[in-house]
């Protein structure tokens, strides 16, 4: 049974920073591409980052240049640190797995596999 499992959410301020650690249960992570995702209530979850196995990774334009996914396949982990953060980051962000052959898909209903989600609060 796969199992991701996120942390690391919280309440910061305005241009702070944070740092969602996910851990998963894949027996072959190293072949899953990563993603990111954030929703907020009334709204479709957005894509945040994405990682392939390799170590690749794309980002949306909401959040490049302020946050960075990683990952550290003998640990079956990613990160995602998030500077400089805005009260428009404010959501419940989702780690999620998938297969795809090292291809990042934005689109959420592409993983079949998620965690349960960490509040992140940005307060301005």
């Known amino acids: 049974q796969v199992q991701l499992v996120e942390s690391g959410g919280g309440l910061v301020q305005t241009g702070g920073s944070l740092r969602l650690s996910c851990a998963a249960s894949?027996?072959?992570?190293?072949?899953?591409?990563m993603g990111w995702f954030r929703q907020v209530p009334g709204k479709e979850r957005e894509f945040v980052a994405g990682?392939?196995?390799?170590?690749?990774?794309y980002y949306a334009d909401s959040v490049k240049g302020r946050f960075t996914a990683s990952r550290d396949n003998a640990k079956n982990s990613v990160w995602l640190q998030m500077n400089s953060l805005k009260a428009e980051d404010t959501a419940v962000y989702y780690c999620?797995?998938?297969?795809?052959?090292?291809?990042?898909?934005?689109?959420?209903?592409?993983?079949?596999?998620w965690g349960q989600g960490t509040q992140v609060t940005v307060s301005s």
């Open positions: 894949l027996r072959t992570f190293s072949a899953c591409t």
């Open positions: 990682i392939s196995g390799s170590g690749g990774s």
């Open positions: 999620a797995a998938m297969f795809a052959g090292g291809a990042i898909t934005i689109k959420w209903y592409d993983y079949p596999y």
